[in-house]
């Protein structure tokens, strides 16, 4: 059993920053890439980062500069430092983790925190 659990998301007002954390536990051995998504009322769920093990990263063309991925691999753990925010970004944002258990590779999901920009 693998739970992920986001937190850290609240109200902010526009321009303000918000930190969120993901946390990965359970039975794996490792986690290969993490990534952070969101999901707006009607919209699709969209990719807005994700990290390898090795630390590369990739972003949404809607976040570069504003958004910071990062990763603690010892605490199992993927954080998103969000600056300068918007209201478009008012969003439920997701983590997943790749996680190893020896025999192959599965993606779990958390429930979601919620991030809200006020203008």
């Known amino acids: 059993q693998v739970q992920v659990v986001e937190s850290g998301g609240g109200l902010v007002q526009a321009g303000g920053s918000l930190r969120l954390s993901c946390a990965a536990s359970g039975s794996f051995f490792s986690i290969s890439g993490m990534a952070w998504y969101r999901q707006a009322p009607g919209n699709q769920r969209e990719l807005v980062a994700a990290i390898t093990r090795q630390n590369n990263t990739n972003y949404a063309d809607s976040v570069k500069g504003r958004f910071t991925i990062s990763r603690d691999n010892a605490k199992n753990m993927v954080y998103l430092q969000m600056n300068s925010l918007k209201p478009e970004d008012t969003a439920v944002y997701l983590c997943?983790?790749?996680?190893?258990?020896?025999?192959?590779?599965?993606?779990?999901w958390g429930r979601g925190t919620q991030v809200t920009v006020s203008s």
């Open positions: 997943n983790a790749d996680c190893f258990n020896g025999r192959a590779t599965f993606r779990y």
